[in-house]
């Protein structure tokens, strides 16, 4: 079965450095979604991608944040420099169309800001 | 924007008993309700969702039930097995469009044996 991969899986990094998360969706999904998830809590969205189109990225930091899907296939979300409020999983997620429809997550990357 | 409150944070029940779990949401134009399963130490994976064109879903042990003239949802879990310990979100969201899916906070389920 396919599955949503993610990369890398682990991250730790100093304060004021910057780091990259990269995804790659179930092929042939047209949203893609990137999540964080601050322990006990649930998944808050970032910024959601139809095909190559950010369509939704209104809880993304944009000061330190960015995201891009260049060929509406994989992604990847960056962010310079970090904070240490930004230790959190990132999860990505993707699915057939956005609306209504099943979101499938891959195994997320846990950053943890020093 | 959507707002979901989830309750309880942790419930705890011993094997075999029900587990029931319950959502608000604040935007009335939310029509798709998806509940997601995250063991731990793994990606949430969903587990039953709903329409608002219906008021309950069943899928063997597992129930959604819809009110939404009072804006909320709930999840059933029966005859409870150890392996249904994991945390669980409710979301609420569009049907249709790109508006997004916004979740809950999580519920722990502990099952006892």
């Known amino acids: 079965e396919a599955e949503v991969a993610q990369s890398p899986r682990y991250k730790i990094t100093e304060k004021s450095q910057a780091v990259a998360f990269w995804c790659d969706p179930i092929s042939g999904h047209a949203t893609l979604y990137w999540y964080r998830q601050i322990l006990g809590q649930g998944p808050e969205l970032l910024v959601q991608?139809?095909?190559?189109?950010?369509?939704?990225d209104s809880q993304l930091p944009k000061d330190r944040f960015s995201a891009e899907r260049l060929k509406g296939v994989d992604s990847t979300l960056k962010i310079q420099p970090a904070e240490l409020g930004d230790s959190a999983m990132y999860l990505c997620?993707?699915?057939?169309?956005?609306?209504?429809?099943?979101?499938?997550f891959g195994p997320g990357t846990r950053l943890t800001v020093t | 924007g959507e707002n979901v409150e989830q309750h309880p944070s942790t419930l705890s029940v011993q094997e075999g008993d029900s587990a029931v779990i319950k959502c608000t949401y604040s935007d009335s134009a939310s029509n798709y309700f998806p509940w997601y399963k995250q063991e731990l130490g793994k990606r949430p994976q969903l587990i039953i969702d709903i329409r608002s064109n219906v008021g309950e879903k069943k899928d063997q042990r597992i129930a959604v039930t819809l009110n939404k003239t009072a804006k909320h949802f709930s999840l059933h879990i029966t005859e409870t097995q150890p392996e249904d310990s994991a945390v669980y979100f409710c979301a609420a969201g569009p049907n249709t469009g790109f508006q997004k899916l916004v979740f809950g906070t999580g519920t722990r389920l502990l099952v006892s044996p």
């Open positions: 991608f139809q095909d190559e189109s950010v369509v939704d």
């Open positions: 997620a993707s699915s057939l169309v956005s609306g209504g429809n099943e979101q499938y």
